[in-house]
């Protein structure tokens, strides 16, 4: 072969390399991971929130509930959507129903000692009801009324996907675990349950409207927070 024919040869090559290669940039800049971890978690909590939009449409969308009817609005949740504790109380009073803001009162007062006695603050952590709109008079919600809307929730868990749930009250306890026995029976200790395949640690305790009218069960409320707290520390969950 001759010089000229290699060196034709060569430029073939060289052309075929060229044809294949991409075109790579480099950057004197250091890749900023903490941005990247941010942006990550924007966009988990923006899908968070377009899913309650549409859990929430979902519920609006009801027809024939009384409970609806009679409610100015619906509440759905309040907090830090990405937070890793989910607390359910039992439904929305009349407070609430005409604020549009969960927990008010006398019963959010005592919430936010409660949780504040574990170094937890009430907008730190996700808030929601069993069920979404004020009962007549504040009565309990009927066995019909908590299964209707306990397939509400149990999505709702699923999308803020805590690493613990406090079910605050007898109607919370129903929605989420089906237990129809007395709370007095089963609040304090940790239970499971499981949704979409995923396993969720949960605790039932006294719901402060409950502790309101009850006052000297306080102290059963208070063993049951000790116990949340030692949970936290166990998972190494930082509020």
């Known amino acids: 072969m001759t010089k000229n024919n290699l060196n034709q040869n060569g430029k073939y090559v060289q052309e075929l390399i060229d044809s294949i290669e991409s075109d790579f940039l480099f950057s004197s800049e250091p890749i900023n991971r903490l941005k990247i971890i941010e942006n990550l978690e924007d966009n988990i909590n923006q899908k968070k929130r377009d899913q309650l939009f549409v859990l929430e449409k979902k519920i609006n969308s009801i027809e024939n509930c009384n409970l609806k009817k009679n409610s100015k609005r619906i509440l759905l949740g309040s907090g830090n959507v990405d937070s890793e504790i989910m607390l359910i109380g039992e439904a929305p009073g009349l407070e609430e129903d005409n604020s549009g803001r969960l927990f008010q009162g006398e019963v959010g007062t005592l919430l936010e000692k409660m949780l504040s006695a ?9 808030l929601t009801y069993s069920i979404n709109f004020k009962t007549p008079e504040d009565r309990k919600p009927t066995a019909q009324e908590i299964k209707r809307y306990s397939i509400f929730l149990k999505e709702h868990i699923s999308i803020i996907n805590p690493k613990i749930v406090i079910l605050m009250g007898s109607t919370a306890m129903e929605s989420v675990t089906g ?16 949704l979409k395949n995923k396993t969720f640690p949960l605790i039932i305790t006294f719901s402060p409207s409950y502790l309101l009218r009850f006052p000297e069960n306080k102290k059963y409320s208070w063993e049951d927070l000790k116990k949340i707290r030692q949970k936290l520390e166990d998972l190494k969950i930082i509020i």
């Open 179 to 194: 237990l129809k026995s007395k709370i007095s029976n089963e609040r304090g200790k940790w239970k499971e349950i499981i």
């Open 118 to 126: 574990i170094n937890i603050k009430k907008e730190k952590i996700y």
